[in-house]
Protein backbone atom coordinates (compact mmCIF):
# COMPACT_ATOMS: atom_id res chain seq x y z
CA UNK A 1 0.00 0.00 0.00
CA UNK A 2 2.92 2.00 0.50
CA UNK A 3 2.04 5.74 2.15
CA UNK A 4 -1.28 6.55 3.11
CA UNK A 5 -3.03 9.83 2.01
CA UNK A 6 -2.80 12.46 5.06
CA UNK A 7 -6.43 13.11 4.36
CA UNK A 8 -7.56 10.39 6.39
CA UNK A 9 -5.53 10.49 9.46
CA UNK A 10 -7.46 11.76 12.32
CA UNK A 11 -5.76 14.51 15.05
CA UNK A 12 -5.07 12.43 17.98
CA UNK A 13 -7.47 12.97 20.46
CA UNK A 14 -9.88 11.37 17.67
CA UNK A 15 -7.83 8.71 17.06
CA UNK A 16 -9.48 5.20 18.33
CA UNK A 17 -8.51 3.05 20.71
CA UNK A 18 -7.69 -0.44 19.75
CA UNK A 19 -8.61 -1.75 23.51
CA UNK A 20 -12.35 -2.40 22.66
CA UNK A 21 -14.81 -1.63 25.34
CA UNK A 22 -18.00 -4.01 24.65
CA UNK A 23 -20.90 -2.25 25.64
CA UNK A 24 -23.39 -4.37 28.26
CA UNK A 25 -26.12 -1.87 28.22
CA UNK A 26 -27.07 -1.08 24.41
CA UNK A 27 -30.89 -2.19 24.67
CA UNK A 28 -31.73 -5.05 22.93
CA UNK A 29 -35.56 -5.17 22.05
CA UNK A 30 -37.62 -7.35 20.77
CA UNK A 31 -40.29 -6.28 18.41
CA UNK A 32 -41.96 -9.86 18.48
CA UNK A 33 -45.36 -8.22 19.62
CA UNK A 34 -46.30 -6.08 17.04
CA UNK A 35 -46.08 -8.94 14.39
CA UNK A 36 -47.85 -11.19 16.24
CA UNK A 37 -52.03 -11.81 15.62
CA UNK A 38 -52.26 -10.07 19.45
CA UNK A 39 -50.77 -7.16 18.74
CA UNK A 40 -54.18 -5.67 19.92
CA UNK A 41 -51.96 -6.63 23.14
CA UNK A 42 -52.08 -3.51 24.53
CA UNK A 43 -49.81 -4.71 27.99
CA UNK A 44 -47.35 -6.20 25.08
CA UNK A 45 -47.15 -3.02 23.25
CA UNK A 46 -47.17 -0.39 26.36
CA UNK A 47 -43.67 -2.74 27.55
CA UNK A 48 -41.94 -1.86 24.35
CA UNK A 49 -43.38 1.73 24.04
CA UNK A 50 -41.86 1.84 27.85
CA UNK A 51 -38.59 0.15 26.66
CA UNK A 52 -38.09 2.27 23.32
CA UNK A 53 -38.37 5.48 25.51
CA UNK A 54 -35.86 4.44 27.79
CA UNK A 55 -33.16 2.86 25.04
CA UNK A 56 -33.82 6.61 23.16
CA UNK A 57 -33.79 8.61 26.46
CA UNK A 58 -30.45 7.02 27.93
CA UNK A 59 -28.68 6.00 24.89
CA UNK A 60 -29.94 7.17 21.88
CA UNK A 61 -29.43 3.63 20.78
CA UNK A 62 -30.43 0.83 20.67
CA UNK A 63 -30.73 -2.87 18.55
CA UNK A 64 -34.05 -4.55 17.25
CA UNK A 65 -34.93 -8.53 16.89
CA UNK A 66 -37.70 -10.07 15.23
CA UNK A 67 -38.39 -6.96 13.32
CA UNK A 68 -40.52 -8.17 10.83
CA UNK A 69 -37.91 -7.77 8.05
CA UNK A 70 -37.35 -11.32 5.90
CA UNK A 71 -33.69 -12.66 6.14
CA UNK A 72 -33.67 -13.15 2.25
CA UNK A 73 -34.58 -9.23 1.74
CA UNK A 74 -31.75 -8.70 3.77
CA UNK A 75 -29.75 -10.77 2.49
CA UNK A 76 -30.00 -10.56 -1.61
CA UNK A 77 -29.11 -7.00 -0.62
CA UNK A 78 -26.08 -7.40 1.10
CA UNK A 79 -25.25 -9.55 -1.94
CA UNK A 80 -25.90 -6.96 -4.61
CA UNK A 81 -23.64 -4.73 -2.11
CA UNK A 82 -20.74 -6.93 -1.95
CA UNK A 83 -21.09 -7.56 -5.64
CA UNK A 84 -20.96 -4.39 -6.83
CA UNK A 85 -18.11 -3.25 -4.28
CA UNK A 86 -15.82 -6.11 -5.80
CA UNK A 87 -15.97 -3.88 -9.27
CA UNK A 88 -12.98 -1.95 -10.62
CA UNK A 89 -13.13 1.48 -9.49
CA UNK A 90 -13.63 2.15 -13.16
CA UNK A 91 -16.78 0.65 -13.15
CA UNK A 92 -18.27 1.86 -10.11
CA UNK A 93 -17.56 5.30 -11.29
CA UNK A 94 -19.83 5.15 -14.16
CA UNK A 95 -22.64 5.77 -11.74
CA UNK A 96 -20.51 8.20 -9.82
CA UNK A 97 -22.33 11.04 -7.63
CA UNK A 98 -21.30 14.38 -8.88
CA UNK A 99 -22.37 18.16 -7.81
CA UNK A 100 -25.65 17.58 -9.98
CA UNK A 101 -26.95 14.33 -8.46
CA UNK A 102 -25.61 13.48 -5.03
CA UNK A 103 -27.00 10.00 -5.27
CA UNK A 104 -24.40 7.11 -6.56
CA UNK A 105 -21.05 6.26 -5.85
CA UNK A 106 -18.14 7.73 -4.41
CA UNK A 107 -15.18 7.39 -2.28
CA UNK A 108 -13.97 11.20 -0.81
CA UNK A 109 -16.33 11.57 2.00
CA UNK A 110 -15.37 13.33 4.61
CA UNK A 111 -16.43 14.00 8.38
CA UNK A 112 -15.12 16.72 9.97
CA UNK A 113 -12.90 17.67 6.87
CA UNK A 114 -10.82 14.53 7.63
CA UNK A 115 -11.25 11.44 5.26
CA UNK A 116 -13.36 8.53 5.90
CA UNK A 117 -11.79 5.34 4.90
CA UNK A 118 -14.56 3.90 3.34
CA UNK A 119 -16.63 3.79 -0.19
CA UNK A 120 -20.19 4.13 -0.43
CA UNK A 121 -23.00 3.82 -3.00
CA UNK A 122 -26.16 6.02 -2.35
CA UNK A 123 -29.44 5.61 -3.32
CA UNK A 124 -33.06 6.92 -2.57
CA UNK A 125 -35.85 5.72 -1.33
CA UNK A 126 -38.49 7.65 -3.03
CA UNK A 127 -37.35 7.51 -6.90
CA UNK A 128 -37.33 10.24 -7.97
CA UNK A 129 -36.92 12.67 -4.74
CA UNK A 130 -37.78 16.27 -4.48
CA UNK A 131 -35.25 18.37 -3.62
CA UNK A 132 -34.44 22.19 -3.15
CA UNK A 133 -31.83 22.78 -6.17
CA UNK A 134 -29.55 24.49 -4.18
CA UNK A 135 -28.40 25.03 -0.44
CA UNK A 136 -28.93 28.90 -1.25
CA UNK A 137 -32.06 29.80 1.23
CA UNK A 138 -33.57 32.13 -1.43
CA UNK A 139 -33.17 30.38 -4.27
CA UNK A 140 -36.60 28.47 -4.21
CA UNK A 141 -36.12 26.24 -7.05
CA UNK A 142 -36.76 22.50 -6.39
CA UNK A 143 -35.41 19.71 -8.50
CA UNK A 144 -35.38 15.59 -8.40
CA UNK A 145 -32.83 12.99 -7.50
CA UNK A 146 -33.02 10.13 -9.77
CA UNK A 147 -31.14 6.69 -8.87
CA UNK A 148 -28.86 5.46 -11.23
CA UNK A 149 -28.21 1.75 -11.73
CA UNK A 150 -25.20 0.38 -11.99
CA UNK A 151 -24.82 -2.13 -15.42
CA UNK A 152 -23.71 -4.92 -12.60
CA UNK A 153 -24.95 -6.43 -10.51
CA UNK A 154 -28.27 -6.34 -12.39
CA UNK A 155 -30.35 -8.12 -9.43
CA UNK A 156 -29.01 -4.91 -7.27
CA UNK A 157 -32.07 -2.93 -8.27
CA UNK A 158 -35.40 -5.34 -7.47
CA UNK A 159 -32.90 -6.00 -4.44
CA UNK A 160 -33.10 -2.87 -3.37
CA UNK A 161 -36.55 -2.13 -4.09
CA UNK A 162 -37.50 -5.15 -2.06
CA UNK A 163 -35.46 -4.15 0.79
CA UNK A 164 -36.51 -0.78 0.93
CA UNK A 165 -40.39 -1.55 0.83
CA UNK A 166 -39.27 -3.33 4.48
CA UNK A 167 -37.27 -0.99 5.80
CA UNK A 168 -40.00 1.50 5.06
CA UNK A 169 -42.78 -0.37 7.05
CA UNK A 170 -40.19 -1.15 9.99
CA UNK A 171 -39.39 2.57 9.80
CA UNK A 172 -42.81 3.68 10.50
CA UNK A 173 -43.32 0.90 13.12
CA UNK A 174 -40.35 2.32 15.03
CA UNK A 175 -41.30 6.17 14.39
CA UNK A 176 -45.00 4.99 16.07
CA UNK A 177 -43.52 3.39 19.07
CA UNK A 178 -41.46 6.83 19.42
CA UNK A 179 -43.99 8.84 19.28
CA UNK A 180 -45.97 6.86 21.62
CA UNK A 181 -42.71 7.12 23.92
CA UNK A 182 -43.14 11.10 24.01
CA UNK A 183 -46.75 10.59 25.08
CA UNK A 184 -48.75 11.88 21.18
CA UNK A 185 -50.58 9.83 19.41
CA UNK A 186 -49.01 6.63 17.75
CA UNK A 187 -49.46 8.24 13.98
CA UNK A 188 -48.52 11.85 14.98
CA UNK A 189 -45.31 12.00 12.88
CA UNK A 190 -45.91 10.11 10.03
CA UNK A 191 -47.05 13.28 7.76
CA UNK A 192 -43.51 14.72 8.29
CA UNK A 193 -42.18 11.28 6.17
CA UNK A 194 -44.88 12.85 3.28
CA UNK A 195 -42.19 12.62 -0.31
CA UNK A 196 -39.33 11.45 2.50
CA UNK A 197 -36.04 12.10 1.37
CA UNK A 198 -34.96 9.40 3.32
CA UNK A 199 -31.92 7.11 1.52
CA UNK A 200 -30.23 3.87 1.90
CA UNK A 201 -26.23 3.56 1.96
CA UNK A 202 -24.81 0.83 0.81
CA UNK A 203 -21.16 1.25 2.64
CA UNK A 204 -17.82 -0.79 2.13
CA UNK A 205 -15.14 -0.47 4.38
CA UNK A 206 -11.78 -1.75 2.89
CA UNK A 207 -9.04 -3.28 5.11
CA UNK A 208 -7.34 -0.40 6.37
CA UNK A 209 -3.35 -0.76 6.91
CA UNK A 210 -3.40 1.94 9.45
CA UNK A 211 -6.70 1.09 11.75
CA UNK A 212 -5.24 3.27 14.91
CA UNK A 213 -4.91 6.60 13.08
CA UNK A 214 -7.95 6.63 10.22
CA UNK A 215 -11.69 5.72 11.22
CA UNK A 216 -14.15 4.22 8.47
CA UNK A 217 -16.29 7.24 9.39
CA UNK A 218 -14.90 9.94 11.66
CA UNK A 219 -17.15 10.62 14.71
CA UNK A 220 -20.77 12.35 13.86
CA UNK A 221 -24.29 12.30 14.48
CA UNK A 222 -27.03 11.27 11.88
CA UNK A 223 -28.68 14.48 10.51
CA UNK A 224 -32.39 12.55 9.74
CA UNK A 225 -35.09 11.36 11.85
CA UNK A 226 -34.10 8.07 12.71
CA UNK A 227 -31.68 5.30 11.26
CA UNK A 228 -31.84 1.66 10.65
CA UNK A 229 -28.49 0.19 10.21
CA UNK A 230 -28.26 -3.44 8.74
CA UNK A 231 -24.20 -4.59 9.31
CA UNK A 232 -22.41 -8.20 8.78
CA UNK A 233 -20.55 -9.99 11.13
CA UNK A 234 -17.45 -7.75 11.40
CA UNK A 235 -18.32 -5.23 13.70
CA UNK A 236 -17.04 -1.89 14.20
CA UNK A 237 -19.40 0.71 15.03
CA UNK A 238 -18.57 2.63 18.39
CA UNK A 239 -20.87 4.52 20.32
CA UNK A 240 -20.47 7.28 22.94
CA UNK A 241 -21.94 6.36 26.35
CA UNK A 242 -23.91 9.38 27.46
CA UNK A 243 -22.77 8.62 31.21
CA UNK A 244 -18.97 9.05 30.66
CA UNK A 245 -18.24 9.95 26.96
CA UNK A 246 -17.01 6.52 26.94
CA UNK A 247 -16.39 5.02 23.09
CA UNK A 248 -18.83 1.90 23.56
CA UNK A 249 -18.39 -1.28 20.38
CA UNK A 250 -21.79 -1.95 19.29
CA UNK A 251 -22.33 -5.95 20.07
CA UNK A 252 -22.78 -7.92 16.96
CA UNK A 253 -26.34 -9.74 17.43
CA UNK A 254 -27.68 -12.40 14.72
CA UNK A 255 -30.50 -10.88 12.81
CA UNK A 256 -30.40 -7.57 14.38
CA UNK A 257 -30.80 -4.01 13.13
CA UNK A 258 -28.87 -1.29 14.67
CA UNK A 259 -31.21 1.68 15.51
CA UNK A 260 -30.67 5.06 15.72
CA UNK A 261 -32.13 8.34 16.58
CA UNK A 262 -30.84 11.30 15.01
CA UNK A 263 -30.89 14.88 15.73
CA UNK A 264 -34.28 15.41 14.00
CA UNK A 265 -35.97 13.63 16.65
CA UNK A 266 -33.62 15.71 19.06
CA UNK A 267 -35.11 18.18 18.00
CA UNK A 268 -38.78 17.26 17.74
CA UNK A 269 -38.60 15.62 21.20
CA UNK A 270 -36.80 19.25 21.99
CA UNK A 271 -33.99 17.16 23.46
CA UNK A 272 -36.04 14.47 25.28
CA UNK A 273 -34.58 12.51 23.65
CA UNK A 274 -30.80 13.10 22.05
CA UNK A 275 -29.04 12.22 18.98
CA UNK A 276 -25.81 10.76 20.05
CA UNK A 277 -22.58 10.66 18.59
CA UNK A 278 -21.06 7.59 16.91
CA UNK A 279 -17.82 6.45 14.84
CA UNK A 280 -17.06 3.50 12.63
CA UNK A 281 -13.34 1.87 13.47
CA UNK A 282 -11.78 0.02 10.73
CA UNK A 283 -9.07 -2.92 10.82
CA UNK A 284 -6.34 -4.09 9.07
CA UNK A 285 -7.95 -8.30 7.77
CA UNK A 286 -10.89 -7.99 7.12
CA UNK A 287 -13.39 -5.75 5.40
CA UNK A 288 -17.08 -4.65 6.20
CA UNK A 289 -19.78 -3.70 4.52
CA UNK A 290 -22.49 -2.05 6.09
CA UNK A 291 -26.26 -0.71 5.30
CA UNK A 292 -27.94 1.99 6.54
CA UNK A 293 -31.32 3.41 6.29
CA UNK A 294 -31.45 7.38 7.21
CA UNK A 295 -35.27 8.72 7.80
CA UNK A 296 -35.58 11.77 6.70
CA UNK A 297 -38.66 14.29 6.13
CA UNK A 298 -39.58 15.56 3.45
CA UNK A 299 -38.07 18.61 1.78
CA UNK A 300 -40.29 21.08 2.71
CA UNK A 301 -40.75 20.46 6.66
CA UNK A 302 -39.55 23.13 8.88
CA UNK A 303 -38.07 21.09 11.68
CA UNK A 304 -38.79 22.81 15.24
CA UNK A 305 -39.67 21.22 18.60
CA UNK A 306 -43.23 19.93 18.69
CA UNK A 307 -45.54 22.12 20.14
CA UNK A 308 -47.27 19.83 22.76
CA UNK A 309 -43.94 18.82 24.22
CA UNK A 310 -43.26 22.45 24.77
CA UNK A 311 -44.68 25.08 27.22
CA UNK A 312 -43.91 27.92 29.01
CA UNK A 313 -41.69 25.79 32.01
CA UNK A 314 -40.15 23.74 28.77
CA UNK A 315 -39.89 26.29 26.15
CA UNK A 316 -38.66 25.10 22.93
CA UNK A 317 -34.77 25.10 22.39
CA UNK A 318 -34.71 25.42 19.09
CA UNK A 319 -35.83 27.88 16.09
CA UNK A 320 -37.17 26.04 13.27
CA UNK A 321 -34.92 24.78 9.83
CA UNK A 322 -35.70 23.93 6.79
CA UNK A 323 -35.07 20.25 6.55
CA UNK A 324 -34.67 20.47 2.65
CA UNK A 325 -32.13 23.45 3.02
CA UNK A 326 -30.35 21.97 6.15
CA UNK A 327 -29.90 18.69 3.82
CA UNK A 328 -28.49 20.23 0.85
CA UNK A 329 -26.32 22.28 2.45
CA UNK A 330 -24.71 18.97 4.35
CA UNK A 331 -24.70 17.04 1.13
CA UNK A 332 -22.18 19.89 -0.18
CA UNK A 333 -20.40 19.93 2.44
CA UNK A 334 -19.71 16.51 2.35
CA UNK A 335 -19.01 16.02 -1.25
CA UNK A 336 -15.93 18.93 -1.17
CA UNK A 337 -13.74 19.68 1.59
CA UNK A 338 -15.12 22.86 2.25
CA UNK A 339 -12.70 23.46 5.53
CA UNK A 340 -15.90 25.20 7.09
CA UNK A 341 -17.46 23.44 10.10
CA UNK A 342 -20.72 21.40 8.44
CA UNK A 343 -24.28 22.87 9.22
CA UNK A 344 -25.49 21.44 12.48
CA UNK A 345 -28.71 21.63 14.45
CA UNK A 346 -26.76 23.86 17.33
CA UNK A 347 -26.95 26.20 14.84
CA UNK A 348 -30.73 26.57 15.36
CA UNK A 349 -30.13 26.46 19.08
CA UNK A 350 -32.46 29.07 20.79
CA UNK A 351 -30.09 30.82 23.67
CA UNK A 352 -31.73 29.60 27.28
C1 LIG B 1 -23.29 6.29 8.96
C2 LIG B 1 -22.87 5.38 10.04
C3 LIG B 1 -22.27 3.15 10.72
C4 LIG B 1 -21.76 1.86 10.20
O1 LIG B 1 -23.12 5.90 7.76
O2 LIG B 1 -23.81 7.38 9.29
O3 LIG B 1 -22.87 5.79 11.16
O4 LIG B 1 -21.59 0.97 11.02
N1 LIG B 1 -22.54 4.11 9.70
O5 LIG B 1 -21.51 1.75 8.99
NI1 LIG C 1 -24.06 7.58 11.33
Given amino acids: MGEVDSAFIQAIEHRP ?7 EGIPLIDLSALNSPESSNSSAISRLVAQI ?17 PFERQQNMELASRKFFAQSTEEKRKVRRDEINPTGYYDTEHTKNVRDWKEVFDLTVENPTVMPASHEPDDKELTKWINRWPD ?12 TEELKKLSYKLVELISLSLGLPAKRLNDFFKDQTSFIRLNHYPPCPIPHLALGVGRHKDAGALTILGQDDVGGLEVKRKTDGEWIRVRLTPDAFIINVGDIIQVWSNEKYESVEHRVMVNSQRERFSIPFFLNPGHHVMVEPLEELTDEQNPAKYKAYNWGKFFATRKRSNFKKLGVENIQIHHFKIAE
Fill in 17 to 23: KLAIVEA
Fill in 53 to 69: GEACKNWGFFQVINHGV
Fill in 152 to 163: YPPELREAFEEY
